[in-house]
């Protein structure tokens, strides 16, 4: 008998990191995400029953892949005693996998990267594909994904079940698609990778910082997916999220409390990786043809390869916001640009900037707008102001390291 905590532990951290995979997997082998969803649930109420006695298994992926792949069998033969033609199909099913046992070999590795290209699929919205996406690869939930498309739950819900329907009743194949077909999905894909690290970084809401299990999961997709495309924006997006990443042991204390960039210790960051980063970065940007990710590449790197926050090029940094914005006009940007432009020429500056996007409505329910006006208000000494924006920003995260940052802030008044 094996130790029952230290098993259902095992099994919780298991789920954490290998959940989307097996799902994955699942979705190719069954060819049904509702399927494939009931499978991965049945798959894991096994492993509880079963591993505390048994052990965990030396390839727990696999095992719960199997599990999961014969109880849809086992449940499309009992739904087949009320509708014949899923009879044919666990038949099917259980002959296509008995016959090579697939999913024990290395193709495994890049099923996320086949589901990512079928949820973006061109022939769904781009707002069905994002969804499913987050949802499926992601495992965001669905009000999750409602907030950060600031939308009601129930029409990401919808949205969802639409794009499923469509992948089914269209027979969307589930696979890489061929080379030819690679510009009508690249920018989708990206766009879903790029989502999905930024979840990873910067968790959307809950008691952590980051969920880093998806930041690096995005980053060996974006591995996965320069080997198949090694065009500019693949190498700017990988680059991005390996610069990025670097910096996650600094990002917070011994506490999980948030420690902003002008305060992390920079010898705690991976400078291996931020050379790996840089290399991509100077070869995207040498081809030429970049865009947004090779933009905010190049801006992470300068940040990174500072040797403080205080002998960061600014200049240079407010100079890749202006390619940015005339590239993708974002007030998200702008705001990024107000921030290295208060480094660059003072507070006030910054503050204008900030003024002009909330006098257009822009980015009031963004709490970070606030939390950059309260910082400029800091500077200035118009500690009234700056308290007031404090609260205002408090009052609009759910994250709660960023909570406790600014309450930290605001007990300073």
């Known amino acids: 008998m094996h130790n029952p905590s230290f098993i ?8 954490r990191q290998e959940s989307r995979r097996v799902l994955a997997t699942l979705i190719r082998l069954l060819r049904d995400f509702d399927l494939a969803e009931e499978a991965l649930h049945d798959a894991f109420i096994a492993a509880l029953a079963q591993w505390p006695t048994e052990g965990i298994p030396k390839n727990p992926r696999a095992w719960l892949v199997s599990a999961g792949r014969f109880k849809a069998i086992d449940h499309l033969r009992r739904r087949a005693l009320f509708n014949k033609s899923l009879s044919g199909i666990a038949q099917e099913l259980e002959s296509a996998v008995s016959d090579s046992e697939e999913w024990l070999n290395e193709s495994i590795e890049d099923d996320q990267l086949k589901l990512i290209f079928t949820c973006c699929h061109p022939s769904l919205s781009i707002e069905a594909q ?4 987050l949802r499926e690869v992601c495992g965001l939930t669905t009000e999750e994904i409602a907030r950060a498309f600031l939308v009601t739950p ?6 969802i079940v639409r794009a499923k329907s469509k992948i089914r009743d269209a027979a969307i194949p589930y696979e890489i698609p061929s080379t030819h077909e690679f510009p009508a999905r690249l920018s989708s894909v990206l766009h879903a990778l790029y989502l999905l690290f930024n979840e990873g970084y910067s968790a959307s809401s809950g008691e952590s910082l980051t969920r880093q299990h998806l930041a690096k999961e995005a980053i060996r997709l974006g591995r996965l997916l320069l080997a198949l495309i090694p065009e500019t924006e693949v190498m700017g997006l990988l680059g991005l999220m390996l610069v990025q990443e670097a910096r ?4 917070t204390n011994g506490h999980g409390d948030l420690i902003t960039l002008e305060y992390q210790d920079r010898s705690l960051w991976n400078h291996l990786q931020i050379a790996e980063a840089s290399q991509l970065i100077q070869r995207a940007l040498s081809i030429g043809g970049f865009g947004v990710y090779s933009i905010q590449a190049a801006i992470a790197a300068v940040h990174a390869e500072a040797p403080s926050y205080a002998e960061t090029d600014w200049t240079e940094i407010v100079g890749l916001y202006d390619l940015l914005l005339r590239l993708s006009p974002s007030p998200v940007i702008e705001l990024n640009r107000a921030v290295a432009l208060a480094m660059r020429d003072g507070a006030s500056a910054g503050l204008a900037a900030i003024n002009a996007i909330s006098a257009r409505g822009e980015l009031l329910d963004y709490y970070l707008l606030h939390a950059a006006r309260a910082e400029f208000h800091c500077q200035l000494g118009q500690m009234d102001l700056a308290k007031s ?23 300073s008044f």
């Not at 994002?130 to 996406?133: D, E, G, I, N, R």
């Open 130 to 133: 994002l969804a499913l996406t």
């Open 389 to 411: 924006a404090y609260e205002q920003a408090l009052s609009l995260t759910q994250q709660e390291p960023e909570r406790r940052f600014l309450s930290s802030k605001l007990a």
């Open 248 to 251: 996650s042991l600094a990002r």
């Open 154 to 159: 129930s029409t990401i819900a919808q949205r």
């Open 8 to 15: 259902s532990a095992r099994i919780t951290e298991i789920y």
